[in-house]
């Protein structure tokens, strides 16, 4: 799904001790259609206390350079995440940008979220985080709500809206079904329909989006069918899809 060109290098390493985690890792990519090189930086320490409560702070580096000019950042993160049952998952979480060279890669923000298993075959998500931005801009708000529905066997409908308030504000939502069926042992049906209405108005670099492509998050709706036929046993598969897609692009 990569553009031609795109090379990506990862490192990194982890220290236990007791209930404490230490995590460091470096990321290095360079996107040879875009003329692109991004690098990554990062360090964690997450605390748990018991088995109800995790605390996590992480600090980051970003830099891209082949833009108009030189960017970089470098922030701070916190997270904690409660569990008080089996069906309750609630969070906070919060960024800090320390320094920033050329454009603002990342804004400062604040969030909450929760997640609940209704039953096993139904879960909602629901997350609300306030932007800030530098300067005289001014700060929005984007407020998620997800829902997944296991209908039957195989078969699974998703969705999440987003309200983002942005010069005016405008929503989004991703709503999709997915479909799975085995005939037999050896041959499978899948299909998936998926409509998405973007968040149009957000930054490009803003956390909603899909960091480091650097690209708006085109509207757009898919349908695919494919199959595929497998002998247990077999080194032998066979397999037939097909997608139409109509986007932006």
């Given amino acids: 799904a990569l553009q031609g060109g795109t090379q990506e290098y990862r490192f990194g390493g982890e220290l236990r001790q007791g209930s404490r985690l230490l995590t460091m890792t470096h990321e290095w990519q360079q996107f040879g259609a875009l003329g692109l090189d991004r690098r990554h930086s990062?360090?964690?320490?997450?605390?748990?206390?018991?088995?109800?409560?995790?605390?996590?702070?992480?600090?980051?580096?970003?830099?891209?350079?082949?833009?108009?000019s030189p960017t970089g950042a470098l922030g701070g993160e916190v997270r904690a995440q409660w569990k008080p049952s089996e069906l309750w998952t609630l969070f906070t979480e919060g960024r800090r940008q320390f320094s920033v060279e050329g454009a603002n890669l990342q804004p400062d923000y604040v969030g909450v979220g929760a997640s609940l298993s209704m039953y096993r075959n139904v879960a909602l998500d629901l997350r609300h985080r306030m932007v800030f931005l530098r300067g005289d801009s001014a700060g929005y708000s984007v407020t998620e709500l997800g829902v997944r529905t296991r209908i039957a066997d195989g078969s699974e409908a998703f969705g999440k809206y987003q309200i983002a308030g942005i010069d005016g504000g405008r929503n989004a939502a991703l709503v999709g079904l997915r479909n799975r069926i085995a005939l037999g042992e050896s041959w499978t049906l899948n299909a998936l329909v998926e409509r998405r209405q973007g968040v149009g108005r957000a930054s490009v670099f803003d956390p909603v989006r899909s960091l480091p492509f650097l690209q708006v998050e085109e509207d757009y709706w898919s349908v695919g069918f494919w199959s595929e036929f497998v002998r247990p046993g077999s080194p032998v598969r066979l397999s037939a899809r097909g997608e139409v897609r109509d986007g932006d692009s």
Avoid: Y
């Fill in 42 to 68: 990062a360090a964690a320490l997450t605390e748990s206390l018991g088995k109800t409560i995790e605390l996590k702070a992480t600090m980051t580096g970003d830099r891209f350079a082949g833009l108009t």
